[in-house]
């Protein structure tokens, strides 16, 4: 059984994990604008400038409280600041990598998600010709039989499967025993995760699907997801 994908509120309200996406996608286009020196930005400017919605950002924004100042807009580093709040950010969020293959080291040491708030705290494999090496990041090699007591130990928020299709399901259920809420699966197939538990797929052949079929149809329009 797979879980809402709602997420609360104050006052028991509810938001679409759409939302929640969204909300990402504000931060991102928030830290250009601050990289820029830009130091307030209006729903309309900041619609124009990304190719979004301005409705749709006030009404986003407007689920989580009143952040606008009328006749200025959004200040650029407020806005940032409690999104980050919003998303968990501010509290640094604690990630394990199962799977120290290709996929699985450049994503231990891939520095964007430090930026933003993620830290790669822990790696796994069963191959003991790998356990005890390190990323080039220097993010140490674990042997799985380890997982629970690291996954304590490091206060692991989310674990990420970067595992053989065959693999993906008894790593999802090892991480659920060990009381992980948050996985992000880059194999292939459909896995089950109980009630409470959250799963996101990332699965790389189906994008190149999509673009192979964007291809094949000769199609003119370009444009994103």
């Not at 994990?17 to 969204?22: G, I, Y």
């Not at 580093?77 to 120290?100: E, F, N, P, Q, T």
């Not at 450049?106 to 830290?119: K, S, T, V």
């Amino acid at each position: 059984m797979t879980p809402s994908n709602k997420v609360g509120l104050r006052g028991g309200d509810q938001v679409s994990e759409l939302t929640a996406s969204r909300l990402s996608v504000y931060l991102r286009c928030l830290n250009a604008l601050d990289l820029a020196d830009v130091k307030t930005v209006s729903s309309r400017t900041l619609a124009e400038q990304f190719h979004l919605n301005a409705a749709q950002i006030r009404k986003d924004l407007a689920y989580f409280g009143e952040f606008g100042v009328r006749g200025v807009g959004y200040y650029v580093k407020d806005l940032k600041r409690h999104l980050r709040v919003i998303l968990g950010l501010d509290r640094g969020v604690r990630v394990a990598v199962v799977g120290a293959g290709n996929l699985g080291l450049a994503l231990a040491d891939y520095p964007g998600f430090h930026r933003e708030g993620f830290e790669i705290a822990a790696l796994f494999d069963v191959e003991r010709g790998k356990v005890g090496r390190k990323s080039r990041g220097g993010v140490r090699i674990v042997d799985m039989t380890e997982f629970r007591k690291v996954i304590k130990r490091e206060n692991i928020d989310i674990v990420v499967l970067a595992v053989p299709a065959a693999a993906a399901q008894d790593v999802v259920n090892v991480a659920v025993a060990a009381g992980i809420r948050a996985l992000l699966n880059f194999a292939p197939g459909t896995l089950k995760v109980p009630r409470g538990v959250k799963l996101k797929n990332v699965d790389l052949t189906v994008s190149l699907e999509s673009l192979s079929f964007f291809l094949a149809r000769g199609e003119s329009d370009e444009g994103q997801d």
